[in-house]
T-cell receptor, first 112, second 111 residues
Framework: NAGVTQTPKFQVLKTGQSMTLQCAQD?????MYWYRQDPGMGLRLIYY???????DKGEVPNGYNVSRLNKREFSLRLESAAPSQTSVYFC???????????FGPGTRLTVT | QKEVEQNSGPLSVPEGAIASLNCTYS??????FFWYRQYSGKSPELIMS????GDKEDGRFTAQLNKASQYVSLLIRDSQPSDSATYLC???????????FGKGTKLSVKP
């Protein structure tokens, strides 16, 4: 039982390049989330998916798109990376009833 | 805008002492409250959840909730150097179970 997994762990992009961050959970959770964490800013919600087939914007969605591929997988896409998107990205999941969220190990993204 | 406020620290306590971490929140209607621990370079790890007024104890950790005053605290008894980390307070912010996080308090436990 791996919990929440994320790939890649590290990535360096040039401005304007695109990439997709992958997240998968094996806990049969309904809801999944993407956060970014920046020094002094705390964790901020980018997008979330309350259930398979639905996605909604969070606090900082600009420059990102998401896909809830199935119940297990929730991906985050940067279409044209910008230096302001340099951050640590965390995926999290939550079962339908309790509010507790469980986090993946994170992806450290640098955009030059 | 719903907010969660924490003292950024660092909070420094000697080994064996009680560490007290505090958090205030702006939404009076919030019902669910969480404490996460985050070691440097790692992901947040859930250590406590609390839903009702009063205290909830789990080993060396005690979460305290006071909805009237809109604050939640975390006490760590017999603090150990391994408790040195950043502690994040989180509050449920919406009907979809979204969490709003404070910026975290950095705790340092000195041997």
């Amino acid at each position: 039982n791996a919990g929440v997994t994320q790939t890649p762990k590290f990535q360096v992009l040039k401005t304007g390049q695109s990439m997709t961050l992958q997240c998968a959970q094996d806990m049969n959770h309904n809801s999944m989330y993407w956060y970014r964490q920046d020094p002094g800013m705390g964790l901020r919600l980018i997008y979330y998916s309350a259930s398979e087939g639905t996605t909604d914007k969070g606090e900082v969605p600009n420059g990102y798109n998401v896909s809830r591929l199935n119940k297990r997988e929730f991906s985050l896409r940067l279409e044209s990376a910008a230096p302001s998107q340099t951050s640590v990205y965390f995926c999290a999941s939550r079962a339908g009833g309790p509010d507790e969220q469980y986090f993946g190990p994170g992806t450290r993204l640098t955009v030059t | 805008q719903k907010e969660v406020e924490q003292n950024s620290g660092p909070l420094s306590v000697p080994e064996g002492a009680i560490a007290s971490l505090n958090c205030t929140y702006s939404d009076r209607g919030s019902q669910s409250f969480f404490w996460y621990r985050q070691y440097s370079g790692k992901s947040p790890e859930l250590i406590m959840s609390i839903y009702s007024n009063g205290d909830k104890e789990d080993g060396r950790f005690t979460a305290q909730l006071n909805k009237a005053s809109q604050y939640v605290s975390l006490l760590i008894r017999d603090s150990q150097p391994s408790d040195s980390a950043t502690y994040l307070c989180a509050v449920r912010g919406g009907s979809q179970g979204n969490l709003i996080f404070g910026k975290g308090t950095k705790l340092s436990v000195k041997p």
